[in-house]
């Protein structure tokens, strides 16, 4: 059997928004598919980041304006929200959307890929998701869910 | 519960291969984090796509070289191998290998978190993993199998 990706690779337009396919897939790459928007989502889920200087601080050797951009798009994509730090207004706080959540099977997905083939650290982390995947990612959501109740 | 990412963003170097972090989705991130290699992956499993001229065809706008470079890293990561082909030995024919298979949960994933969210096409193969993600991957599976012992 051969699946049929119905007219994957037409350049899709409509209005502003201008994707190369209508193909899910490709809608997830080019939100996605960059070096520093997973480890930015994966941060947020699994560390609690929330602020531009966690994030700067966190990444070695990334440029303020490629993570300014990144996050830039992940608001754009309502992939995050932000709002203004109660105890100084000049700050912006990021928090993962239902959607950017929704991401935790895709990251948990490629960490598993990873930690097969791959000789990879943070085996504790692993060893979690083999374990039980559900109950790992349902403890992501639960933790997620707490901190938008405060 | 705050999951521990040990030392996850310290940049591990090893010979050659320098890697940002030692953390699984980096792994993932940094082979995987562009725009088209998912995108050749899906074309591989789910279109049987092998031929550099079919990807070539297949991607309005994507330059020889960006593919050529593509191709040439995702077989440099052990995700894909190449052999010459019988009926012309000037022509490689690609293939997944089993680090590339093992992608399909991966993608399979991406594939509903958009469809989930995203305006997007192609309902036949989101309705077929939604309705049973195990049965649509071990198919995938079963497919590259049967491609591979001919």
Redesign the interface.
């Known amino acids: ?12 337009k ?1 209005g502003k928004s201008k994707r ?1 396919s ?15 928007s ?2 930015i989502i ?2 947020m889920m ?3 980041w929330r602020t531009f200087k966690e994030f700067l601080e ?4 990334i440029a303020t304006n490629i993570l300014a951009d990144r996050l830039r798009k992940l608001v754009a994509y ?1 992939i995050l929200t932000t709002d203004r730090d109660p105890s100084d207004g000049r700050r912006l706080i990021y928090s993962l959307t239902a ?1 950017g959540i ?2 935790a ?14 000789p ?3 085996q ?3 060893r ?1 998701m083999r374990k039980d995947k559900e109950k790992f990612m349902a ?1 992501v959501r639960e ?1 997620w869910a707490q901190r938008h109740a405060k």
């Open positions: 059997m051969q699946v049929e990706i119905s007219g994957s690779e037409k350049i899709v409509k190369r209508e193909c899910p897939l490709n809608a997830s790459v080019e939100m996605l598919g960059d070096r520093w997973l480890l994966r941060d699994l560390r609690g966190g990444y070695e050797g309502g959607k929704d991401l099977p895709v990251l948990t997905e490629m960490v598993l890929w990873a930690a097969a083939h791959e990879t650290g943070n504790a982390l692993v979690q403890e933790r």
